[in-house]
């Protein structure tokens, strides 16, 4: 444990330095990076242990750390952890910039004057005072910290608290509700975990001293009737039996209790093991829920809080599962993977002269192209946009010399077609344009060759980079072509001319990938210098830089849609990211224009050479140099099929009440969609606003839908039975965008939240407005209770009013929240209000003294949606939001049940059908999501699904053993419908 973490800019190195013999002259340790090396993942999961293992993070400001993307980083994770930060200025100059979390985190906080006017010691003496603060506490935090993030990376139960440790640690807790810096939520889960293991424990023993003292009981009882006589034979025999049973019942529930404890072990094995290998923690997920078959209930409405930990691992692991095929067949590196145009092939080049065609539905191999004699190095591979042929280079070796050249082969039979070209230099990377009639080649001699590939002809040379040129990309209208090259340098060539037209700069290292967007406004390229970045075609402008990866960038590729980038790495890492329009106006706010990580594809064992997307975006694919190429699915989660979805962010989901046959959508897009709950399928689709439609609701009580719009109005509209929608009124009042609407609870009225700052009550029947309450800002979120007594309003100035529905009285105003409240739900008996904040907390009040009973910590970022599942006897709440993951809590436990990342961009409505069996989700990646909540049984199947095309080409991954009597084992099947091979 050290006493200070410095977190600094290198040419701040001699002040730091400065400031670390002051430090260990008060007898105090730091832990500063001193090593200028290239970031990479072992050195990254160093910086973070130290983090962690520190009491205090000292932040250095000057213009080179608030511009550090590293510096950053390591904000953040201090941030997470909430350590406590302490900033000091050395060199000013600097701009903070206002969208970034990290830096507003800084803003909290005082800042200490070291600057080179400042007088050092004094300032040094404060920075003392600050680090000396509360230290018992601190030093506290940060051990429960490091035990806590020790037992959550290893899970086994000897990490947990034990005695005294663990009284310890819960008065620490009790107290750390006042003090900074606040307790986590992985301190908190890692304690109630302790104190659930102590009494799991502690019942078991206590199970067993009940079983041997009941048992002696018996069998004394016994012992002495005989003595009495043989007449009490029968009696004597029945008294062991039941002293025999009642020790049988007790061993059973002890075993239970002992088999819950097992599984749980195999569940947190096959999280860990799924953080670096999805298929594989995948696998072994499955493997624990066909265990958990025995001691679990099959219904999940059956389970209770016993069944929690092992019911969020197989959430989390089910949720976020995106690979399903590994293709092992090569000897050597594999140099690149790609789909066929239709995405039903994929082909794959390695450095061992084979070029493999693999069926992407079952991951079989279709054909094998011939070796031919001494044919050297497969370094690219391209499909002709008909699917047809298929480009690679080579070279062929005779003798001490090789001769490289262009080999097309037809893909339907595994021929070659034709050879371009002889005594070509090393080819890194080649295109056919869109059109199908030019085949483009770059590599080692620094020029790129367009080739009708037809007759052979050599058409044209583009000559003007100064390094191996790595990698080139055709615009969408193929007049242009972009290229990639050693010298560190984009350009941006005009075909007909064949002139560079502009030439990017900005990359430190070696440029290694290129791509257009779908459009052809922007370019993404990737570098040796461990970024990507995006440029505006146009302009030349340099929009973006994107920072992540531990090592050179490899490749890259936008989804067909143009909102996600995909990148690979040296880093052994793919990573999908959000990636705004940049050149359009936002279509929900600000958020829209951010970059950020979607999710990190871990599992290969060796660098990532290339990556690809499926033409329809569904799927991609990465080949590395561990000698396997691998398919992921772009959308996690074990949903089959394409998805429902719109063209722009989803702003709200509803399902029809009470029987939950139809679920509606809308979205930025202005459209109000209709579909069948059971078979996903649209039956209507309408043009329901002027504006964005921001929220929709469904009458509790009637075939009635209302939606609400920036157009300031409320649309109400006739669901018919065939799912078909028309229009029926119009509410107008409001003045400025509607940001909220529902229905009270016996379908009469409906309360409006409105950017006007009021909140209106309206009569369905009439039309009219009933009453307006006033006294927020901006009102963002309203509900009816249950019981229908009681209004709950929130607002973007942090408050939350209750009124009375009937007298329309204000009631009270609750205060807690540091941030807007996004999202109000009443729980089902009315005794509760919880309420989601852009503070990062939901917070739970009782709705009859209005106190504050609990608040609870998980979200990284603000919350949009919560929700209470129905139908349940023990209250439960979903929550989602700008952080794409859903988390499903205990409230009773106060305790996180389930947390998993959800979607690829912000979750705007997660919504419970009414029998709480499906839970559905959307938001800014525009797509419907859906978890069925039904039975174990349901996901067991449906993972099977997923595996079949993995465990039927592997057969040997399809078994597990169970011990059994005697030392014996007994070989089951993961998926016993595969049968065996």
Not at 83 to 104: C, M, N, Q
Request: net charge positive; aromatic share 8%.
């Amino acid at each position: 444990m050290k006493d200070i973490f410095i977190s600094y800019s290198r040419r701040d190195q001699e002040f730091v330095n400065k400031l670390n013999q002051a430090i260990e002259a008060t007898g105090r340790d730091a832990w500063i990076d001193w090593q200028d090396i290239k970031p990479t993942v072992k050195w990254w999961q160093e910086i973070e242990r130290g983090i962690e293992g520190a009491n205090n993070f000292v932040f250095v400001i000057s213009p080179d750390s608030i511009a550090s993307s590293v510096c950053e980083k390591e904000i953040d994770h201090a941030r997470q952890h909430n350590k406590r930060l302490v900033p000091i200025i050395y060199r000013e100059g600097f701009v903070v910039d206002p969208a970034s979390e990290a830096h507003a985190a800084l803003n909290a906080h005082n800042w200490l004057l070291f600057r080179e006017q400042d007088d050092f010691d004094k300032s040094f003496a404060l920075l003392v005072e600050s680090i000396e603060m509360d230290l018992d506490h601190v030093k506290a935090h940060t051990r429960l910290l490091q035990r806590s993030l020790e037992w959550i990376q290893e899970r086994r139960d000897s990490f947990l608290l034990r005695g005294d440790d663990l009284l310890d640690a819960e008065i620490w807790e009790k107290e750390a509700t006042t003090k900074a810096p606040k307790i986590t939520p992985e301190q908190r889960k890692y304690i109630h975990q302790s104190r659930r293991a102590e009494d799991d424990e502690n019942e078991r023993k206590q199970i067993l001293l009940n079983a041997k003292t009941q048992a002696e009981e018996k069998v004394q009882l016994a012992e002495r009737r005989v003595k009495r006589g043989n007449g009490f034979l029968g009696l004597t025999v029945l008294a062991l039996g039941i002293a025999a049973g009642t020790a049988i019942f007790t061993y059973r529930r002890w075993e239970e209790v002992q088999n819950y404890a097992l599984i749980d072990r195999q569940l947190n094995q096959a999280n860990q093991v799924f953080e670096t290998s999805q298929l594989d923690g995948f696998i072994q997920a499955a493997v624990a829920a066909r265990k958990a078959q025995a001691i679990m209930p099959d219904e999940f409405a059956k389970m209770n809080q016993e069944h929690w930990p092992l019911l969020g691992t197989l959430t989390r692991i089910f949720g976020e599962q995106r690979e399903q095929q590994r293709l092992i067949g090569h000897r050597n590196v594999v140099n690149q993977s790609v789909f066929s145009p239709n995405g039903t092939i994929l082909a794959t080049a390695s450095r061992d002269g084979i070029i493999k065609l693999w069926n992407v539905k079952t991951g079989k191999p279709i054909r094998t192209f011939p070796k031919q004699p001494g044919w050297r190095i497969s370094m690219s591979i391209a499909f002709s946009p008909d699917g047809k042929i298929l480009a690679s280079n080579g070279g062929i070796r005779s003798g001490k010399s090789t001769s490289r050249i262009i080999q097309l082969w037809d893909v339907a039979t595994g021929k070659s077609i034709r050879q371009l070209g002889k005594n070509l230099d090393t080819i890194y990377s080649l295109r056919f344009s869109p059109d199908g009639e030019t085949l483009a080649t770059a590599g080692y001699d620094k020029t790129i060759k367009l080739w009708n590939f037809k007759t052979g002809e050599l058409l044209r040379k583009l000559e003007g980079h100064t390094g191996t040129i790595y990698s080139i990309s055709f615009s969408p209208d193929g007049k242009t072509l972009a290229s990639g090259s050693a010298d560190k340098t984009i350009k941006i060539w005009n075909i007909e001319t064949e002139k560079s037209e502009k030439t990017f700069k900005g990359h430190t290292g070696a440029i290694r990938g290129v791509a257009f967007r779908h459009d052809g406004k922007i370019l993404a390229s990737a570098s040796q210098d461990s970024t990507a970045k995006l440029w505006n075609i146009k302009t030349g402008n340099l929009l973006r830089t994107i920072t992540g990866h531990a090592s050179g960038v490899r490749a890259v590729r936008f989804t067909p849609n143009g909102r996600n980038l995909l990148t690979a790495s040296y880093d052994y890492t793919a990573k999908l990211w959000n990636v705004p329009l940049l050149d359009k106006k936002a279509d929900f706010d600000q958020r829209a224009t951010a970059v950020f990580e979607v999710t990190t594809l871990q599992g290969h064992v060796g660098p990532i050479y290339d990556a690809n997307l499926s033409g329809d975006g569904q799927w991609l694919t990465t080949a590395s140099i561990d000698g396997t190429a691998r398919i992921w699915k772009v959308q996690g989660g074990l949903q089959s099929g394409k998805p429902p979805q719109h063209e722009k962010t989803i702003t709200d989901l509803a399902f029809s009440q009470p029987d939950g046959r139809f679920f509606i959508s809308v979205s930025s897009d202005r459209k109000l969609k209709i579909w069948d709950t059971k078979t996903r399928e649209l039956l209507d689709s309408v043009k329901a606003h002027d504006g964005r439609i921001t929220r929709a609701a469904f009458s509790p009580t009637q075939q009635l839908i209302a939606t609400a719009s920036t157009d300031k109005t409320i649309k109400l509209w006739q669901l018919n039975n065939d799912g078909t929608v028309q229009p029926l009124s119009t509410l107008e009042g409001h003045r400025d965008t509607i940001q909220s609407i529902e229905f009270s609870p016996d379908g009469k009225y409906i309360v409006s939240g409105s950017a006007d700052s009021t909140a209106k009550l309206w009569d369905i029947s009439s039309g009219k407005q009933i009453h307006t309450f006033e006294g927020h800002s901006l009102v963002i979120s309203v509900n009816f209770s249950p019981d229908g007594q009681l209004i709950a309003t929130g607002s973007d100035d942090e408050t939350i009013r209750l009124w009375n529905a009937e007298t329309f009285d204000a009631i009270a105003t609750l205060k807690g929240h540091l941030g807007a409240i996004r999202s109000l739900k009443f729980s089902p008996d009315s005794k509760l209000l919880a309420s989601g904040s852009g503070d990062r907390t939901i917070k739970v009040w009782n709705t009859q003294t209005q106190k504050l009973v609990r608040t609870l910590n998980g979200h990284r970022q603000a919350i949009y949606s919560i929700e209470f599942q129905p139908q349940r006897n023990r209250q439960l709440l979903v929550s989602a939001g700008a952080d794409q993951r859903i988390i499903h809590w205990d409230l009773e436990a106060g305790e996180m049940i389930a947390d998993f990342q959800a979607a690829n961009h912000w979750i705007l409505a997660a919504k419970y059908s009414p029998d709480g069996k499906l839970l559905a989700s959307a938001g800014g990646d525009r797509i419907i999501r859906f978890i069925s909540l039904d039975r174990l049984s349901h996901w067991i199947s449906v993972s099977c699904r997923w595996l079949t095309p993995y465990l039927t080409n592997n057969p040997e991954k399809n078994s597990y053993d169970v011990p059994r009597a005697f030392g014996k084992i007994e070989k089951r099947k993961v998926c016993p419908e595969l049968g065996s091979k």
